[in-house]
Structures are given as C-alpha cells and as structure tokens.
C-alpha cells in the first residue's frame, strides 16, 4: 500500500469534506428548528463568495496586504450573509411557518432560483477570478504538494467554527433555547422562549458558516460564478442526511465522511464515478440506517 | 370581375413558375441545404448569405463558364428526417453541386441521396470525422478540420514536439471534451510512442479537484491533456500548480477562451490550447467580411468563412474541370488548388481540405500566441 498517496488522498477529503460540514450545519440547524430544508442555504454560500469578492478587490486597490484582506472580506461576508439569511426568513418562511410543510420547502426552492439570478443581473454570469488570499508560509512548503496554507486554513478554520457552535449550544442560554425549541415549539414558548428570534438566530449562524465556507472554497479553487451553490449545497445537503438531519455532529461527520468517499472513489477507482460511488454510499447508509449515522429515529407522532 | 382578374394572375404566375426551369438549364445551380430554420438557423443561414454572395460576385465577372450561378437554398432544420427530403428536392431541381449540410447527423442522413445522384457535396461544419474517413462517400468534402483532428494535433505536440511520453488524459464527461479525450487516447496508442498513464473524467463544477490532482502525480504524467471547457481546466491548471506540478497542460479550443487566461491568472502561463488557424490577415477572408458587412449591415455569422471558402472551391472547381461532371468536378478540387478565405486549399483523397485545420496556442504574457 502506498501510504503516500494515501495521506495525499486523505488530506484532500478533509478539506472537501470540512467544506460541505461547514454548509450542511445550515441545513441541518434549520431542519432540527423548523423541519424545513432550506434549498437557499447553497445560495447563500454563493453570495459569500461573491461578497468576499467584491471586497476583496476593493482592497485589493488600496494595497491591504493580503492576509488582512482576508480577514475583513470574510468578516464583511459573514455579515453580508447574516443579514441575507435573516432578511431570507423573515420573508420566505416566516409567513408560512404555519402552512403544510411543502409551502416553505417551494418557497425556499423560489429562493433559490430568486437569489441566482440576482447574482447573475447584479454582477455578472461569467466566471470570476478570485484572488489567492492565503499566503503559504515557509515552513508550509515541504508538504505543499499534500496540503497548501490554503487547505490548512480551511481545515483549521472548520474545525474552529464547529467547536465554536457546539460549546455556543450546549453552555449558553441562547443554545440552551435552540435545543429546548428544536425539541418542542410549543413548549418551549409556552416556557417563555421567544421562538422567532430562536429562528432568526439559527438562520443568521447558519448563513454565517456558510459564508465562511464560500470565501474559504473561493480563495482555495480561485474562481466564483453564480452557479457553485448548486453543487456545494446538493452535496452539503447529502452530508447533512448522510449523518442524520437534524443532528450537529452528524451534519459535521456527513461532511467529512462524503468528503473522504469521494477522495478514496476518485483516488483508486475513478473520478467518473466519484459522484455515483458518493450517492451509493448515502443509499447504503440509509437502508441499514434511516435517519442518518448520527441522527435519532424520530417516533411519528400521530 | 375582380375574382377573374385574380385568377389570371395565378394562371400567369403558374406559366412563369412552369417555364422557369426551361430559362434555368442555362445556369449553374448551386443548392445550399442547411437549417434555415427552427432553433439551429443560426448556424445555417450564414452559409446562404456566402453562398449568395459569391455567387452574386462571380456573376458580375461572367458566370462559371460563361453561364450564370443560381443559388438554391433548402431547409432541413438540421433534422435528419428533413435533410433527405431536402436532398431529393435538390436532385430533383437539377442541382449541379451542393452546399451543405450543415449538421454532421444530417449531412450523413443526405449523403446516400447524393451518392445516388452522383452530385459533389460540399459542408462547412460537418465535423463528425467518420463522413469522410468512412471512405464510403466519394463524393462528400468539407472546409473544416473534423473533430478528431484537434486531439490528433494536440497528441502529436506533447509527444514530438514538447518529448512527453506518459501522458494522462482528462475530460469533463461531456460529449466535446469526452470527444477529444477518447480521439487523444486512441491516437496516442495508436502512434506507439507514448502510453497513457490515466484516463479519467472530472465532475463539471465539483467543490475541488485535489483527488485528481493527486492521482496525476501518482499516476507519474509527464503532460496533461484535457478535453472540455475552460472553468474545469482553469480549477485543473490551478490546483496543479498549487500542489507543486509544473507538468504541460495541453487542450482544446474549449480552453482557448480569454475567460481562461482571466480567471487562471498567473497559471495560465504556458498553457497549450488547439484552435482553429488565425485566417483574420488573409485578404480573401477579409473581403468576405466586408462583403457580407456592405450586404446585410452586420458581422457574418457561424461557420460563414468556411461556407465562402466552399462556395469559392465548388465554383472554382467546376470552372477548372470545364464541364458540370461530376467524377471532374472531384477531380478538380483534388488537384487544384484555390484561393478562398480559409487559406489556399485543396481536397485530400477523403475530402477534407489540406491546409485547413487547427494550431497550437499557448499563453504568453496573459494572451494566447499562436506557435508556429
């Protein structure tokens, strides 16, 4: 066995799976909350990217150096889409929070469609260079043929903003309030825990996440286009389902579990089926367990 | 009375049209079959505009052998089922040599039509290389390079020109960049110089490419070919630079976009591309241009220089033999050969027309040099 090509392989499913986790916490915050998949959450990552963009070349002209440049175009992005995930709630889904679950879920799909093709008016249908903002240290360059600073940041970054959002939930009262509303609406208003803004919240870290992994992807493959929600946000979804939806650590351990099989598909057997070896593993996973390797059979209540 | 006045209108009129073909047999009739319609007009309709064009030139300076050139157009709508009745109606007018068709799938549904008849055809933008490596269709040319031609020249450069034998081939699934990628592999095995290494598609528009990347390195590639389209080459290019792979990437006119070179930045250097030839300075294909620009108060569109360039040889060609025969008329555009807008060409045993094709780009400066 070849342990180098191992590792190579090992470290690139990482980076791609710490990807789609830092996305699939969206859906899966969203879903344990509402029950809703929010189809807009791939979008959002696109308009991350985009934002980082636009900032970034402003930047880019005053001369910032570049490592600054990252932090405020990702700092700006995280705002940006913040504000577009609540603004997104407010007015796709909470005016059909009451209605059968398939209103919202073509609302978000609308969203989506929506969003795009802002993109595509508002800026530009072409593909666009992203700058390479992360700049490879020294002491980085032996092992840059197996993982640049780029690759490193993203992982470190991921693994920063997951531990991040599970000590949020479980120590703070504002976590407490998004357990005890994923768990029960209406009880947990009926205990005086102001659901919509519990909603909002989840909307707005959600966003945020997603933001950080638009800008992080961008500056690592170096192009944008209004197109790359799609894919990302299909295969963050199959991340989120993969490790039970609904779940945090399921969505971060869907991630990296698609990130890998689809490294160690493309790597020995072959990128034509990097996709369909990826899908066959989520079928397999839900037939011996439905709700996801992470996630808690749901008793249906009739 | 005014219903009288109107039917001797269209008695008149049926006289006119009866007695048209007996005042036409004076003419060289050039039948232009292509899409004339329907969503692919576009691709056809720049052909009849050449085709009328030269046309209305050579009738200014006297005709082809002294008679003048009548151009017939016939719609197909790039339908297969279509470009056979249009290729009857053709014969059945009495078309000397055709123009057309545009689409490879109904170039080859027509192609039998005019063996039957025995009458030249001539396309500007049949690619599919089996039209006329078949063999089986004597009578069938085209002024443009086929399909398997660009991976033919790409497989050739990386081999004998940059002395790369263990290439790894990629594409992007689709049906152009799978195209070039199968042409490459078969040329390549065939020529026996050089192995490949890797075979592999890319997922269009995937997160990242660092798994393929990797097993190119692993693969020990000396070169990279890619069939597809820029966005997948420009993510290709970049991550193999960033892993430290300074490896000649060499693909197709996909990639000979300037989005590619925008988007690559800095990796773009040194990148080869295939595209067609740079015919923009020779003066025919600049009079064409200006020609159709004075006519229709617009930029010709899709495939119009070869369109004029097969007009030009068509015409040229019965001009040489003297005669509308059709074994002459292929005689002549196998051994003459003729100014047009694509070049000075003549037609190869199989039709396709030598010295006209692709070259090798490559980025230099942030900007695409042809390598001669």
Not at chain 1, 45 to 63: N, W
Not at chain 2, 171 to 193: C, L, V
């Amino acid at each position: 066995m070849d342990w180098q090509y191992f590792w190579e392989l090992f470290f690139g499913g990482l980076t791609r799976g710490s990807i789609y986790a830092l996305i699939a916490l969206g859906y899966t915050m969203v879903y344990g909350i509402i029950e809703l998949i929010n189809f807009a959450h791939g979008e959002v990552y696109m308009m991350g990217a985009f934002t980082a963009l636009i900032v970034a070349g402003a930047l880019g002209i005053y001369g910032f150096p570049a490592l600054a440049i990252l932090i405020i175009a990702a700092v700006v992005a995280v705002i940006y889409c913040a504000a577009y995930g609540l603004t997104l709630e407010k007015i796709a889904y909470k005016p059909l929070r009451d209605a059968p679950r398939l209103s919202p879920l073509i609302s978000a799909i609308g969203m989506s469609i929506f969003l795009q093709n802002y993109v595509i008016l508002a800026q530009t249908s072409d593909f666009m260079p992203f700058p390479n903002l992360v700049p490879q240290p020294e002491f980085l360059e032996p092992i840059a043929h197996i993982m640049g600073a780029s690759e490193v940041l993203i992982i470190v970054t991921s693994a920063v903003s997951m531990a991040a959002l599970t000590l949020f939930i479980k120590y703070t009262r504002m976590g407490k309030a998004m357990r005890a509303t994923a768990q029960n609406r209406k009880m947990a208003m009926l205990l005086g825990i102001d659901a919509d803004k519990v909603i909002s919240l989840t909307f707005v870290i959600g966003s945020s996440l997603a933001a950080v992994g638009g800008v992080l992807i961008a500056s690592h493959v170096g192009q944008v286009n209004f197109a790359i929600g799609f894919i990302a946000g299909i295969k963050a979804f199959t991340a989120a389902v993969l490790g039970g939806i609904g779940s945090i650590p399921g969505a971060m351990l869907g991630g990296l579990v698609l990130g890998w099989c689809e490294s160690f598909a493309t790597g020995y057997i072959s990128s034509d089926y990097e996709d369909a070896l990826a899908f066959a593993l989520l079928v397999l996973i839900l037939i011996f367990r439905p709700s996801g390797i992470l996630g808690k059979a749901k008793t249906q209540k009739v | 009375m005014r219903k009288g006045w109107f039917k001797g209108l269209v008695a008149g009129l049926a006289v006119a049209v009866m007695a048209c073909p007996a005042f036409a047999a004076d003419t060289i009739k050039l039948g232009v079959a292509g899409a004339h319609s329907g969503d692919l007009a576009s691709y056809g309709l720049p052909t009849v505009n050449a085709a009328k064009l030269v046309a209305k030139m050579i009738n200014a300076k006297g005709g082809v052998l002294g008679k003048q050139v009548e151009v017939i157009p016939q719609d197909d709508q790039c339908k297969p089922e279509l470009a056979t009745n249009a290729a009857t109606k053709l014969v059945s007018d009495g078309a000397n040599v055709v123009l057309g068709h545009i689409c490879s799938g109904a170039t080859k549904a027509a192609l039998p039509i005019y063996k039957e008849a025995n009458i030249v055809l001539m396309s500007p933008s049949a690619t599919n290389p089996a039209l006329t490596q078949s063999g089986d269709y004597p009578n069938f040319f085209r002024t443009i390079a086929s399909d398997d031609q660009q991976a033919k020249l790409g497989v050739d450069f990386t081999i004998d020109k940059l002395g790369k034998k263990k290439i790894a081939v990629l594409h992007d699934k689709g049906d152009y960049g799978k195209g070039y990628a199968e042409y490459a592999k078969q040329f390549i095995e065939q020529g026996g110089k050089g192995t490949v290494v890797l075979f592999e598609g890319v997922t269009p528009g995937a997160v990242d490419y660092s798994a393929v990347v990797q097993k190119i390195r692993n693969s020990g590639a000396e070169a990279v070919m890619f069939g597809g389209y820029h966005p997948e080459a420009s993510k290709i290019v970049q991550q193999l630079r960033k892993k430290r792979m300074d490896l000649p990437f060499v693909s197709d006119d996909g990639v000979k976009d300037d989005t590619f070179i925008k988007v690559a930045g800095k990796d773009a250097e040194g990148v080869y591309a295939s595209s067609s030839k740079d015919v923009s300075a020779l003066p025919l294909y600049k009079e064409a241009i200006e020609a159709h620009v004075k006519e229709f108060g617009a930029e010709p569109g899709a495939f119009y220089k070869e369109a004029y360039a097969a007009s030009l040889a068509l015409l040229n060609a019965i001009e040489k033999a003297g005669s509308t025969d059709s074994a002459k008329i292929m005689n002549a555009l196998r051994t003459e050969f003729v100014e047009t807008s694509v070049g000075k060409i003549k037609f190869d045993k199989r039709g396709d027309a030598e010295g006209v094709g692709f070259s090798m780009y490559q980025v230099k400066n942030g900007k695409y040099a042809e390598l001669k």
